[in-house]
């Protein structure tokens, strides 16, 4: 059974960093686009980016500047980072395994992250 | 404003068929990319309800269904039934800002 948990802090402060890091077991590492997917509370889904096994990355336009999003295959993990959150970053962020044809068929539980003072 | 426009909501009655239209332009579901259905539960992880524009994942009652046509996209659930009520998600991937987007999502009330 495939299964995608996130870790991390969930109160961030504005100005500071965001990171998260998902744990994969079940399935192959190099078998999916590791991605990450956020949800501000009552609001809809919004693409964030994805890391692939090979090292390439794609990153939302609109969150490039401040994202990274990094694979660590000797644990099985894929991590995020989103520098200098305000507010509007508050959200429930998603871990996920993206197929190639860009078909999201894995979803973590989602972690809610909130910035606030 | 989301690239992918959908109702933000619709409704049916038990045992009818409903419809969620998903419309794009000619730099996402206008292209060779496919366009995905996600299902979203009130407080559950959305889950894949459709890929590559018409295929079930297995598990996935053959009640639901996809079409594209053109620069939109449709998902049709017939034989309403009171556990079908979430929210619905289109997703694609957009050749002009060349990531994935989604739609702003449909809330589906069963009367």
């Known amino acids: 059974q495939v299964l995608l948990q996130e870790s991390g802090p969930g109160l961030v402060k504005p100005s500071e960093t965001l990171s998260l890091t998902c744990t994969v077991s079940g399935a192959s590492i190099s078998s999916y686009y590791w991605s990450w997917i956020r949800q501000p509370p009552g609001k809809g889904l919004e693409w964030v980016g994805y890391v692939f096994y090979s090292g390439s990355t794609n990153y939302n336009p609109s969150l490039k500047s401040r994202l990274t999003i990094a694979l660590d295959t000797s644990e099985n993990q894929f991590s995020l980072k989103l520098n200098s959150v305000t507010a509007a970053d508050t959200a429930v962020y998603y871990c996920?395994?993206?197929?190639?044809?860009?078909?999201?068929?894995?979803w973590g539980q989602g972690t809610l992250v909130t910035v606030s003072s | 404003q989301s690239v992918l426009t959908q109702p933000p909501s619709v409704s049916g009655a038990p045992g009818q068929r409903v419809t969620i239209s998903c419309t794009g332009s000619s730099s996402n579901i206008g292209t060779h990319y496919h366009v995905h259905w996600y299902q979203q539960l009130p407080g559950t992880a959305p889950k894949l309800l459709i890929y590559g524009n018409i295929n079930r994942p297995s598990g996935v009652p053959d009640r639901f269904s996809g079409s594209k046509s053109g620069s939109s996209a449709s998902l049709a659930i017939t034989g309403l039934q009171a556990e079908d009520e979430a929210d619905y998600y289109c997703q694609s991937f957009d050749t002009s800002l060349t990531t994935s987007i989604f739609g702003g999502g449909t809330k589906l009330t069963v009367l």
């Open positions: 996920a395994g993206l197929k190639p044809s860009w078909d999201i068929e894995l």
